[in-house]
């Protein structure tokens, strides 16, 4: 693919900047993705879209193709589900209102989770994680994990995740109870696409089928935890039943270091073009709903 700058470069549709859980501001993750060679790219921040203007106007001069982005959270009984939603309206008031309700439960399960390390005899505060963070809404584990570095509490990142916060561990708390197909539906309803997220953290054909039956557009088959197996399996359950492959590096920076993902995982042209026609068709058959009422 030729980008603006008439380089070769590389398509990646899951990244994460400091107004979620990544480490860089929206300017300088679009710096790095340039020289990581990535021509397209979309920030797909949790819960959050506040990344989303300003990474659309510094597309129009960086060089870079820029696909507005989301990663919602969601809950199906016990399994933790994330969705990306792409060529969002992001400007659309049931969708923020939505997402404000889900931002408020990030801070609620952030304090059950301070809670829990207090009670483990790690004097951590809740307002030390939010200050931290910089963005009061949109607080996650990996703000937890850290502040609790940054601290002192805990020697690294992955240490804060394997021994306290993760999922089985003394300090973790679940997300809040958002149905799957409610997901789905309000990433539909501002106009995007809805993707299920790294797949082989919960995969069950079950699950992936009932998620077909309520809307899902596609499946993310690159994503750095997925082993070439997995690779290999979610494409062929999408080209099986039709729907959309997408892809990315689900890069944050900092403490998770993970550098070394961006620009060496990306999706083929192919299905990106494939995405762009999905979403060409549901604007258009927007628009003729909308010209026959």
């Given at each position: 693919m030729e980008n603006h700058l008439g380089k070769t470069g590389k398509i990646d549709l899951h990244t994460h900047t400091a107004y979620s859980d990544g480490a860089l501001k929206t300017p300088a993750l679009l710096e790095k993705a340039l020289q990581a060679g990535i021509s397209t790219i979309s920030i797909t921040d949790h819960d959050c879209v506040s990344a989303l203007e300003e990474g659309t106007e510094l597309s129009?001069?960086?060089?870079?193709?820029?696909?507005?982005?989301?990663e919602v959270t969601s809950r199906q009984?016990?399994?933790?589900?994330?969705?990306?939603g792409y060529f969002i309206d992001y400007s659309d008031r049931s969708f923020l209102s939505t997402l404000e309700n889900l931002r408020e439960a990030r801070v609620r399960r952030a304090g059950r989770i301070v809670a829990k390390l207090n009670r483990l005899k790690i004097p951590l505060k809740l307002e030390s994680v939010l200050d931290r963070a910089g963005v009061w809404n949109s607080v996650g584990r990996p703000h937890i994990a850290n502040t609790m570095v940054q601290e002192g509490f805990a020697q690294t990142y992955d240490e804060v995740f394997h021994k306290y916060i993760g999922i089985g561990r003394p300090a973790y708390e679940a997300n809040h109870p958002f149905p799957a197909d409610q997901a789905i539906a309000m990433i539909k309803n501002a106009g995007g696409l809805a993707i299920l997220a790294h797949p082989s953290h919960y995969v069950t054909e079950d699950l992936l089928h009932f998620l077909l039956e309520n809307g899902l557009d596609g499946?993310?088959?690159?994503?750095?935890?997925h082993s070439q197996e997995e690779v290999e399996y979610f494409r062929t359950f999408a080209d099986s039943n039709s729907i959309l492959k997408t892809g990315g590096s689900d890069f944050h920076g900092?403490?998770?270091?993970?550098?070394?993902?961006?620009?060496?995982?990306?999706?083929?042209?192919e299905w990106f073009d494939q995405m762009k026609s999905a979403i060409m068709k549901k604007s258009k058959s927007k628009g003729e709903l909308i010209g026959n009422l």
């Amino acid at each position: 693919m030729e980008n603006h700058l008439g380089k070769t470069g590389k398509i990646d549709l899951h990244t994460h900047t400091a107004y979620s859980d990544g480490a860089l501001k929206t300017p300088a993750l679009l710096e790095k993705a340039l020289q990581a060679g990535i021509s397209t790219i979309s920030i797909t921040d949790h819960d959050c879209v506040s990344a989303l203007e300003e990474g659309t106007e510094l597309s129009k001069t960086s060089g870079l193709e820029f696909v507005p982005g989301i990663e919602v959270t969601s809950r199906q009984k016990r399994f933790q589900l994330h969705f990306l939603g792409y060529f969002i309206d992001y400007s659309d008031r049931s969708f923020l209102s939505t997402l404000e309700n889900l931002r408020e439960a990030r801070v609620r399960r952030a304090g059950r989770i301070v809670a829990k390390l207090n009670r483990l005899k790690i004097p951590l505060k809740l307002e030390s994680v939010l200050d931290r963070a910089g963005v009061w809404n949109s607080v996650g584990r990996p703000h937890i994990a850290n502040t609790m570095v940054q601290e002192g509490f805990a020697q690294t990142y992955d240490e804060v995740f394997h021994k306290y916060i993760g999922i089985g561990r003394p300090a973790y708390e679940a997300n809040h109870p958002f149905p799957a197909d409610q997901a789905i539906a309000m990433i539909k309803n501002a106009g995007g696409l809805a993707i299920l997220a790294h797949p082989s953290h919960y995969v069950t054909e079950d699950l992936l089928h009932f998620l077909l039956e309520n809307g899902l557009d596609g499946v993310e088959v690159i994503h750095p935890s997925h082993s070439q197996e997995e690779v290999e399996y979610f494409r062929t359950f999408a080209d099986s039943n039709s729907i959309l492959k997408t892809g990315g590096s689900d890069f944050h920076g900092g403490l998770k270091n993970d550098d070394s993902n961006l620009g060496t995982h990306f999706i083929e042209e192919e299905w990106f073009d494939q995405m762009k026609s999905a979403i060409m068709k549901k604007s258009k058959s927007k628009g003729e709903l909308i010209g026959n009422l």
